[in-house]
């Protein structure tokens, strides 16, 4: 896969690095959503039906949309969100590392907890960024360059109320024409979650030069940023706790 190729191959080679210069730029104009009836950049509209403010204790909610790097990498930017963690659900293998999950043969999806304050930020507005920013909805098993069931779209609800509102978004959104293929967004109960190896969380942060990226994951977070002022944080809340003396 391509994030592979570049991320561990060292075999960069210049004509790759043009490449990838000339790809950034174009792309850090629009949002990735090759699969919008309308390729102009804008905010998806809101839902219909979300989930009560709730002025109690942090809630979570967990996303899958490809590799966790990027998706991971937005929610740490969007204000009120107290923790984003990459790592694997939705499989049937206990304590899975990234190899294997990477195999397909788990049943596990690259995904990112996010944990949140519903009194100041509701279920429904993470789930209108996720769709506007972090991925294309339309696209079977795969997100951009990485293909595989692990790399599915898929919302995984930790309460009725959440499940409600996904399946009520899915429809108004299918219902809205808003993309010009079906939408291939899963939604189940979330089950077990198995926060992935260190040197995946906070990549985007720790890595913005690096390649993939530069290609894929930087535009979404600048799309976050431009659609969603009243929503962006900076700097990004984190997993890693920063260097003594940092």
């Given at each position: 896969m391509i994030r592979h190729a570049?991320?561990?191959?060292?075999?960069?080679?210049?004509?790759?690095?043009?490449?990838?210069?000339?790809?950034?730029?174009?792309?850090?104009?629009?949002?990735l959503l090759s699969g919008r009836a309308d390729s102009a950049p804008a905010a998806l509209p809101a839902p219909a039906i979300d989930v009560p403010q709730d002025g109690g204790k942090l809630q979570t909610a967990v996303f899958a949309g490809g590799?966790?790097?990027?998706?991971?990498?937005v929610f740490e930017h969007v204000k009120c969100v107290t923790q984003a963690v990459s790592g694997y659900t939705g499989g049937h293998v206990a304590n899975p590392g990234y190899e294997l999950v990477s195999s397909g043969s788990t049943g596990h999806a690259?995904?990112?907890r996010v944990t949140f304050d519903p009194a100041r930020v509701s279920y429904g507005k993470l789930l209108q960024i996720f769709f506007s920013v972090a991925l294309d909805p339309t696209q079977v098993d795969g997100q951009g360059p990485d293909w595989g069931t692990q790399y599915?779209?898929?919302l995984f609800v930790t309460s009725p109320e959440q499940e409600h509102?996904?399946?009520?978004?899915?429809?108004?959104?299918?219902?809205?024409h808003v993309f010009n293929r079906p939408i291939a967004t899963r939604v189940d109960p979330a089950g077990a979650f198995y926060p992935a190896e260190g040197?995946?969380?906070?990549?985007?942060?720790?890595?913005?030069d690096a390649a993939y990226i530069a290609m894929y994951?930087?535009?979404?977070?600048?799309?976050l940023q431009a659609l969603f002022p009243q929503n962006w944080q900076n700097p990004p809340v984190t997993v890693l706790k920063p260097a003594s003396g940092s």
């Open positions: 570049i991320t561990r191959s060292g075999k960069r080679s210049a004509a790759l690095i043009g490449a990838v210069a000339l790809t950034t730029l174009a792309l850090l104009a629009v949002p590799c966790f790097w990027g998706v991971q990498g690259e995904s990112v599915r779209s898929e509102v996904a399946r009520a978004y899915l429809g108004q959104l299918q219902a809205a040197y995946h969380q906070d990549y985007l942060m720790l890595h913005p994951d930087l535009p979404k977070v600048q799309a």
